[in-house]
């Protein structure tokens, strides 16, 4: 079963907004991580925040985490066209035993219009 | 670098037949997976390896089998194809977990399949 959550399923915006998308999951992590993935290819991994943090930031990218609503936002500022593509967010469970096992939400898929 | 590779990229089998993904990392990385991508969903964990030998069931082990005899691969069979299994593949790497976090994962581009 699916994990996370996402919301939007889809946004479309214009070229220098930001964009916001939410992530929701169900049971304690160890992290939570976000990945973008460019359409026909793998996914890359963007951004890491760790149980005990709240927020972190990474170039355009802003990460918020939330353990007590168990949810976690991803905000992009200044949206380029190059950032169309499909973002998921990833929980790795609590617990030593993980294995760095992921399960994935089904993703928002964002397009940026110049 | 290469990173995480994958072969092929594409193949069409009918449905019955059998056949071997191949998985490549130059990482060094313990820990190995295998999901399948199907539209409008995350990705799902078939199979997944800790380190060279030893392998183990995730979410939709069903219709799949893995091997991995040498650290640096990890393969993924099909041994009676069936229509359900047409996907897109994805192999991740890992380095192992380091002191209380569990590490990102390292993607290939995939391995879409169809099963007529």
């Known amino acids: 079963s699916q994990q996370g959550e996402e919301d939007p399923q889809a946004l479309s915006i214009q070229e220098g907004e930001n964009a916001t998308m939410n992530c929701s999951y169900k049971?304690?992590?160890?992290?939570l991580q976000w990945y973008r993935q460019n359409s026909g290819r793998g996914l890359v991994h963007l951004i890491l925040?760790?149980?005990?943090?709240r927020e972190k930031h990474s170039g355009r990218l802003r990460v918020t985490l939330d353990t007590s609503k168990k949810s976690s936002s991803l905000l992009i500022t200044a949206s380029r066209a190059a950032d169309t593509a499909s973002y998921f967010c990833?929980?790795?469970?609590?617990?030593?035993?993980?294995?760095?096992?992921?399960?994935f939400g089904q993703g928002t898929i964002l397009t940026v219009h110049p | 670098n290469a990173g995480v590779t994958q072969t092929p990229k594409f193949r069409v089998l009918k449905t019955g037949q059998s056949m071997t993904l191949l998985c490549a990392q130059d990482?060094?990385?313990?820990?190995m997976y295998w999901y399948r991508q199907d539209p409008g969903m995350g990705l799902r964990l078939i199979h997944y390896?800790?380190?060279?030998?030893?392998?183990a069931k995730g979410e939709v082990p069903d219709g799949y089998n893995v091997s991995r005899l040498k650290k640096q691969n990890f393969l993924l069979g099909l041994e009676s194809a069936a229509p359900s299994q047409t996907s897109v593949y994805f192999c991740?790497?890992?380095?192992?977990?380091?002191?209380?976090?569990?590490?990102?994962?390292?993607f290939g581009d995939g391995t879409r399949l169809s099963i007529l």
């Open positions: 049971t304690s992590i160890n992290n």
């Open positions: 390896s800790v380190g060279e030998g030893t392998t």
């Open positions: 991740a790497s890992s380095p192992a977990r380091q002191g209380l976090s569990n590490q990102p994962q390292h």
């Open positions: 990833a929980t790795s469970p609590a617990g030593g035993t993980s294995y760095g096992k992921l399960t």
């Open positions: 990482m060094n990385h313990e820990y």
């Open positions: 925040i760790r149980s005990n943090e």
